[in-house]
C-alpha cells in the first residue's frame, strides 16, 4: 500500500498541529480527533483532512473500528498520557506509533530512575526520609499538571512546615540542582538504528521566571512569594556547542538501555530529557518523556540542528511522519507500530 492509503491521526491538543502539519507534509491523509468547541481552531489551519468531535478524548476508543477501517496509526503526545490509563493504550487496536512497553517505564518513579543510572545519566539525589534532608530540595507532587504546588525547602524543618499545606498527597523529595533548566529533544530511527539531535527548549515558568524582576528586598516586603512552576510556554535555546557531544552520549546510552532493559525494540522516535545544566557543565536529569513534547513545537518549520542536517523543513512531527513513511516503502511498517 502506498502512503496515501494511511491516515495519521492524533488527539486536537499539545502537538496536533505540528503532527498534522508533518504527516500532510509528508502526503499522508490526517485526521484530528478535537474536542467540541474546539474544532473551529483545527479547522483554520488547515491540516487536518478530516475533524471527529469528541466531547472527551476518551471516546477514541468508541472510534476505534471506524480509524482501523481508514489504516490509521495514531501518534501518541502529552495529552495521551494526560487523559488515558497505560492499561487502556495497551488495548487500543489501532495502529499506534511507538513502543507501548517504555510506557511503564517512564511513568513509575522507581523504574525511571533505573533506567536513567543504568544509562550512567547523572540524577538528582532522592531523599526518602524528610529527616535526611541535608541540602536544597524541590518537593514534586505526583500528577502535578505543569510543576503546579511544587516547593522548595531548605532542611527538614523546612520541609515539615511547607508540607503541612499538602496532606494526603503524594510527594518525592529531590535534591535541588542549581544551574539552568534544559529540556534535549531526540529522535531515535529504529529503522535506521540512528540518533539525532532535534533541539532544546527551556520552559517559561510561572512565577519563577519573574521572580528576578522583583529585588530581594521587595520580596522580603511582599513576605510569601514561593516559587512555583507553572508551565505557561516555551522558549528556544541552543547550547554551546561543547555541551553535545555529551548530550549526544545521553541519548545513545538512554536508547541503548531499553533495548535492555524494557525489551527488544527499546525506546524509538522522539523523546526527551529533561535537567539541569550546573556552572560545571555538569548535566542532571530529572525526566525522561517518551514521546514527542510541547517544546519542539518551537521549531517549525525547524530547528537550527535539524536545519543543517536536513536542509529543509523538518520538524520533530515531521520527522514522525518520514519514519513511517520510510518504513510503508520498506514495507517495514509492523517494526515501528504497535
Ligand atoms: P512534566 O515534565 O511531567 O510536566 P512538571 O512540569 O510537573 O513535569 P518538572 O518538569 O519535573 O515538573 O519540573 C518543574 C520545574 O522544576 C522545571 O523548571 C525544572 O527545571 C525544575 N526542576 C525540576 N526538578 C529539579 C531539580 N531536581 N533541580 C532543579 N530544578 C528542578
Redesign the pocket.
Known amino acids: 500500500m502506498a502512503v496515501t492509503d494511511y491516515t495519521i491521526a492524533t488527539l486536537g491538543s499539545h502537538s496536533s498541529l505540528q503532527i498534522l502539519k508533518g504527516a500532510k507534509d509528508e502526503g499522508f491523509k490526517t485526521l484530528c480527533i478535537a474536542k467540541k468547541g474546539s474544532e473551529k481552531v483545527y479547522k483554520s489551519f488547515g491540516v487536518a483532512d478530516e475533524i471527529i468531535s469528541v466531547d472527551h478524548f476518551k471516546e477514541l476508543f468508541d472510534l476505534q473500528d471506524e480509524l482501523v477501517k481508514r489504516n490509521t496509526i495514531l501518534i501518541p503526545h502529552g495529552s495521551f498520557i494526560a487523559y488515558m490509563k497505560i492499561e487502556d493504550f495497551k488495548n487500543l487496536k489501532v495502529m499506534y506509533f511507538g513502543n507501548k512497553d517504555v510506557l511503564e517505564w517512564e511513568s513509575a518513579r522507581d523504574l525511571e530512575r533505573k533506567w536513567l543510572t543504568d544509562a550512567n545519566i547523572k540524577i ?1 539525589r532522592i531523599f526518602d526520609k524528610p529527616e535526611t534532608i541535608d541540602r536544597p530540595v ?1 518537593v ?1 507532587f505526583y500528577g ?4 503546579m504546588g ?1 516547593f522548595l525547602a531548605k532542611d527538614t524543618d523546612d520541609f515539615y512546615e511547607k508540607i503541612a499545606d499538602h496532606i494526603n498527597e503524594k510527594y518525592v523529595i ?4 542549581i544551574g539552568v ?1 534544559a529540556y534535549f529533544h531526540y529522535f531515535y530511527s529504529l529503522l535506521n538504528n540512528e540518533l539525532e539531535i532535534m533541539s532544546f527548549d527551556k ?1 517559561y ?1 510561572s512565577n ?1 521566571d519573574s521572580i528576578g524582576r522583583i529585588s530581594a528586598r521587595d520580596q522580603f516586603a511582599l513576605k510569601k512569594i514561593d516559587p512555583s ?1 507553572v ?1 505557561v510556554g516555551n522558549i528556544p535555546i541552543t547550547v554551546r556547542e561543547s555541551l553535545l557531544p555529551e548530550i549526544f552520549g545521553m541519548g545513545e546510552r538512554v536508547i541503548e538501555k531499553s533495548k535492555q532493559l524494557i525489551s527488544e525494540r527499546g525506546l524509538f522516535g522522539p523523546f526527551c530529557l ?1 535537567g ?1 545544566i550546573t556552572p560545571e557543565a555538569e548535566i ?1 536529569i ?2 525522561i ?1 517518551a514521546r514527542i513534547v510541547a517544546g519542539t513545537n518551537l521549531f517549525e518549520p525547524y530547528s537550527p540542528y535539524t536545519y543543517i542536517k536536513y536542509g529543509k523543513p523538518m520538524s520533530t512531527g515531521r520527522r514522525i511522519a518520514l519514519e513511517i513513511k520510510n518504513a510503508i516503502n520498506k514495507g517495514k511498517l509492523l517494526d515501528i507500530v504497535c
Open positions: 538528582p524541590i514534586k502535578a499538571k505543569g510543576g511544587y529531590q535534591e535541588y540542582i533548566p520552559r515558568e519563577v512552576y508551565v529533561e539541569v542532571y530529572f525526566e518523556s
